[in-house]
T-cell receptor, first 119, second 113 residues
Framework: AQKVTQAQTEISVVEKEDVTLDCVYE???????LFWYKQPPSGELVFLIR??????QNEISGRYSWNFQKSTSSFNFTITASQVVDSAVYFC????????????????FGKGTKLSVKP | DGGITQSPKYLFRKEGQNVTLSCEQN?????MYWYRQDPGQGLRLIYY???????QKGDIAEGYSVSREKKESFPLTVTSAQKNPTAFYLC????????????FGDGTRLSIL
Protein backbone atom coordinates (compact mmCIF):
# COMPACT_ATOMS: atom_id res chain seq x y z
CA ALA A 1 0.00 0.00 0.00
CA GLN A 2 1.10 3.55 -0.66
CA LYS A 3 0.49 6.02 2.08
CA VAL A 4 1.62 9.35 3.49
CA THR A 5 1.34 10.00 7.22
CA GLN A 6 1.55 13.40 8.81
CA ALA A 7 1.08 12.53 12.45
CA GLN A 8 0.97 16.12 13.69
CA THR A 9 -2.53 17.45 13.13
CA GLU A 10 -1.88 20.91 14.57
CA ILE A 11 1.20 22.70 15.86
CA SER A 12 1.27 26.06 17.58
CA VAL A 13 4.50 28.01 18.09
CA VAL A 14 5.53 31.51 19.01
CA GLU A 15 7.21 33.67 16.40
CA LYS A 16 10.96 33.04 15.99
CA GLU A 17 10.74 29.47 17.24
CA ASP A 18 11.98 26.68 14.97
CA VAL A 19 9.41 24.06 14.02
CA THR A 20 9.65 20.69 12.26
CA LEU A 21 6.77 19.12 10.37
CA ASP A 22 7.00 15.35 10.05
CA CYS A 23 6.17 13.25 7.00
CA VAL A 24 6.46 9.48 6.81
CA TYR A 25 5.64 7.60 3.62
CA GLU A 26 5.10 4.02 2.47
CA UNK A 27 5.65 2.78 -1.06
CA UNK A 28 6.77 -0.33 -2.94
CA UNK A 29 8.19 1.79 -5.72
CA UNK A 30 11.93 2.21 -6.13
CA UNK A 31 11.37 5.39 -8.10
CA UNK A 32 9.15 7.97 -6.51
CA UNK A 33 8.86 11.69 -5.88
CA LEU A 34 7.97 13.54 -2.71
CA PHE A 35 6.49 17.02 -2.49
CA TRP A 36 5.63 19.61 0.12
CA TYR A 37 2.82 22.10 -0.42
CA LYS A 38 1.64 25.06 1.67
CA GLN A 39 -2.05 25.98 1.90
CA PRO A 40 -2.54 29.47 3.36
CA PRO A 41 -5.98 30.56 4.61
CA SER A 42 -6.86 31.78 1.12
CA GLY A 43 -7.04 28.15 0.00
CA GLU A 44 -4.74 27.57 -2.93
CA LEU A 45 -1.94 25.03 -2.58
CA VAL A 46 1.52 26.46 -3.17
CA PHE A 47 4.29 24.11 -4.27
CA LEU A 48 7.38 24.29 -2.02
CA ILE A 49 9.75 21.49 -2.97
CA ARG A 50 10.15 18.22 -4.88
CA UNK A 51 12.59 15.46 -4.02
CA UNK A 52 13.23 12.29 -6.04
CA UNK A 53 13.98 8.92 -4.45
CA UNK A 54 17.57 8.86 -5.70
CA UNK A 55 18.60 12.15 -4.15
CA UNK A 56 18.96 12.12 -0.39
CA GLN A 57 20.70 15.47 -0.16
CA ASN A 58 19.10 17.79 2.29
CA GLU A 59 17.95 21.10 0.92
CA ILE A 60 17.83 24.58 2.36
CA SER A 61 15.93 27.52 0.94
CA GLY A 62 16.09 30.57 3.15
CA ARG A 63 14.35 29.71 6.43
CA TYR A 64 13.07 26.41 5.02
CA SER A 65 14.96 23.14 5.05
CA TRP A 66 14.06 19.57 4.21
CA ASN A 67 15.54 16.33 5.54
CA PHE A 68 14.95 13.28 3.33
CA GLN A 69 15.93 9.91 4.84
CA LYS A 70 15.12 6.76 2.86
CA SER A 71 16.20 4.53 5.75
CA THR A 72 13.28 5.81 7.84
CA SER A 73 10.99 6.71 4.89
CA SER A 74 10.75 10.25 6.13
CA PHE A 75 10.78 13.66 4.46
CA ASN A 76 10.63 16.23 7.24
CA PHE A 77 10.29 19.98 6.82
CA THR A 78 11.84 22.52 9.20
CA ILE A 79 11.04 26.21 9.39
CA THR A 80 13.70 28.20 11.18
CA ALA A 81 12.78 31.39 13.02
CA SER A 82 9.10 31.03 12.20
CA GLN A 83 7.00 34.04 11.25
CA VAL A 84 3.29 34.76 11.41
CA VAL A 85 3.14 34.50 7.59
CA ASP A 86 4.16 30.84 7.92
CA SER A 87 0.76 30.07 9.43
CA ALA A 88 -0.87 27.62 7.04
CA VAL A 89 -1.69 23.98 6.48
CA TYR A 90 1.26 22.06 5.09
CA PHE A 91 0.83 18.93 3.00
CA CYS A 92 3.33 16.22 2.16
CA UNK A 93 2.61 14.19 -1.00
CA UNK A 94 3.99 11.11 -2.76
CA UNK A 95 3.87 10.25 -6.47
CA UNK A 96 2.30 6.84 -6.57
CA UNK A 97 2.66 3.71 -8.60
CA UNK A 98 5.55 4.53 -10.90
CA UNK A 99 7.04 1.04 -10.81
CA UNK A 100 3.92 -0.99 -10.16
CA UNK A 101 1.78 0.88 -12.61
CA UNK A 102 -1.75 2.12 -12.84
CA UNK A 103 -1.82 5.54 -11.32
CA UNK A 104 0.14 7.46 -13.95
CA UNK A 105 1.98 9.41 -11.33
CA UNK A 106 -0.97 10.68 -9.31
CA UNK A 107 -0.25 12.25 -5.94
CA UNK A 108 -1.12 10.72 -2.61
CA PHE A 109 -1.48 13.41 0.05
CA GLY A 110 -1.09 13.26 3.78
CA LYS A 111 -3.86 14.79 5.85
CA GLY A 112 -1.85 17.92 6.48
CA THR A 113 -0.41 19.72 9.50
CA LYS A 114 -1.94 23.02 10.53
CA LEU A 115 0.78 25.38 11.73
CA SER A 116 -0.15 28.43 13.77
CA VAL A 117 2.56 30.97 14.50
CA LYS A 118 1.62 33.44 17.21
CA PRO A 119 3.22 36.89 17.39
CA ASP B 1 0.09 35.69 -16.13
CA GLY B 2 -0.19 31.94 -16.50
CA GLY B 3 -2.26 30.07 -14.02
CA ILE B 4 -5.34 28.08 -13.12
CA THR B 5 -8.70 29.80 -12.72
CA GLN B 6 -11.50 28.21 -10.78
CA SER B 7 -14.97 29.68 -10.71
CA PRO B 8 -17.09 30.45 -8.89
CA LYS B 9 -15.29 30.94 -5.60
CA TYR B 10 -18.46 30.09 -3.65
CA LEU B 11 -21.36 27.96 -4.88
CA PHE B 12 -24.59 26.89 -3.29
CA ARG B 13 -26.55 23.84 -4.35
CA LYS B 14 -30.17 23.05 -3.75
CA GLU B 15 -31.32 19.52 -3.10
CA GLY B 16 -31.62 17.50 -6.31
CA GLN B 17 -29.66 20.01 -8.36
CA ASN B 18 -26.59 19.44 -10.49
CA VAL B 19 -23.92 22.12 -10.36
CA THR B 20 -20.81 22.61 -12.48
CA LEU B 21 -17.47 23.91 -11.24
CA SER B 22 -15.23 25.53 -13.80
CA CYS B 23 -11.48 25.01 -14.13
CA GLU B 24 -9.44 26.73 -16.83
CA GLN B 25 -5.65 26.74 -17.23
CA ASN B 26 -3.40 28.70 -19.58
CA UNK B 27 -0.21 26.89 -18.62
CA UNK B 28 -0.40 24.52 -21.60
CA UNK B 29 -0.42 21.61 -19.16
CA UNK B 30 -1.45 18.18 -20.38
CA UNK B 31 -2.78 16.67 -17.16
CA MET B 32 -5.61 18.06 -15.04
CA TYR B 33 -7.06 16.93 -11.71
CA TRP B 34 -9.99 17.49 -9.40
CA TYR B 35 -9.65 17.06 -5.64
CA ARG B 36 -12.07 17.29 -2.79
CA GLN B 37 -10.91 18.62 0.58
CA ASP B 38 -12.84 18.06 3.79
CA PRO B 39 -11.67 19.33 7.18
CA GLY B 40 -8.94 17.09 8.56
CA GLN B 41 -9.08 14.76 5.54
CA GLY B 42 -6.41 16.06 3.24
CA LEU B 43 -7.02 16.00 -0.50
CA ARG B 44 -8.86 13.16 -2.17
CA LEU B 45 -8.75 12.62 -5.94
CA ILE B 46 -12.09 12.72 -7.75
CA TYR B 47 -11.14 12.55 -11.45
CA TYR B 48 -8.07 13.13 -13.56
CA UNK B 49 -7.27 13.57 -17.22
CA UNK B 50 -3.91 13.01 -18.88
CA UNK B 51 -4.95 14.13 -22.38
CA UNK B 52 -7.88 15.72 -24.16
CA UNK B 53 -10.97 13.53 -24.56
CA UNK B 54 -9.77 11.06 -21.95
CA UNK B 55 -10.25 10.94 -18.19
CA GLN B 56 -10.17 8.41 -15.35
CA LYS B 57 -11.92 8.00 -12.04
CA GLY B 58 -10.00 8.77 -8.90
CA ASP B 59 -10.67 7.47 -5.41
CA ILE B 60 -14.06 9.14 -4.85
CA ALA B 61 -15.67 9.56 -8.29
CA GLU B 62 -19.21 8.50 -7.33
CA GLY B 63 -21.68 11.36 -7.75
CA TYR B 64 -19.34 13.40 -9.94
CA SER B 65 -18.76 13.71 -13.69
CA VAL B 66 -16.19 15.51 -15.83
CA SER B 67 -15.37 16.29 -19.44
CA ARG B 68 -12.14 17.21 -21.21
CA GLU B 69 -13.07 18.59 -24.60
CA LYS B 70 -10.31 21.19 -24.64
CA LYS B 71 -6.80 21.05 -23.26
CA GLU B 72 -7.30 24.13 -21.13
CA SER B 73 -10.65 23.21 -19.59
CA PHE B 74 -11.72 20.47 -17.15
CA PRO B 75 -15.17 21.20 -15.67
CA LEU B 76 -16.52 19.14 -12.77
CA THR B 77 -20.24 18.47 -12.35
CA VAL B 78 -21.48 17.58 -8.90
CA THR B 79 -24.64 15.60 -9.52
CA SER B 80 -27.64 15.06 -7.28
CA ALA B 81 -26.30 11.56 -6.67
CA GLN B 82 -23.55 13.07 -4.51
CA LYS B 83 -25.33 13.11 -1.17
CA ASN B 84 -22.69 15.00 0.78
CA PRO B 85 -21.27 17.59 -1.62
CA THR B 86 -20.34 20.25 0.94
CA ALA B 87 -16.57 20.61 0.62
CA PHE B 88 -13.74 22.65 -0.83
CA TYR B 89 -12.90 21.63 -4.40
CA LEU B 90 -9.46 22.15 -5.88
CA CYS B 91 -8.42 21.85 -9.50
CA UNK B 92 -4.81 21.20 -10.48
CA UNK B 93 -2.76 20.78 -13.61
CA UNK B 94 0.66 19.45 -14.51
CA UNK B 95 2.92 19.05 -17.50
CA UNK B 96 3.19 15.54 -18.94
CA UNK B 97 6.34 14.66 -16.94
CA UNK B 98 5.30 12.83 -13.80
CA UNK B 99 8.24 14.19 -11.82
CA UNK B 100 6.91 17.74 -12.06
CA UNK B 101 4.65 19.30 -9.42
CA UNK B 102 0.97 19.86 -9.81
CA UNK B 103 -0.16 23.50 -9.78
CA PHE B 104 -3.40 24.42 -8.08
CA GLY B 105 -6.23 26.88 -8.51
CA ASP B 106 -7.76 28.93 -5.69
CA GLY B 107 -10.60 26.47 -5.12
CA THR B 108 -14.40 26.53 -5.04
CA ARG B 109 -16.32 26.17 -1.81
CA LEU B 110 -19.59 24.31 -2.35
CA SER B 111 -22.37 24.37 0.20
CA ILE B 112 -25.87 22.93 0.42
CA LEU B 113 -28.80 25.33 0.73
Amino acid sequence: AQKVTQAQTEISVVEKEDVTLDCVYETRDTTYYLFWYKQPPSGELVFLIRRNSFDEQNEISGRYSWNFQKSTSSFNFTITASQVVDSAVYFCALTAGLNYGGSQGNLIFGKGTKLSVKP
Amino acid sequence: DGGITQSPKYLFRKEGQNVTLSCEQNLNHDAMYWYRQDPGQGLRLIYYSQIVNDFQKGDIAEGYSVSREKKESFPLTVTSAQKNPTAFYLCASRVASINQPQHFGDGTRLSIL
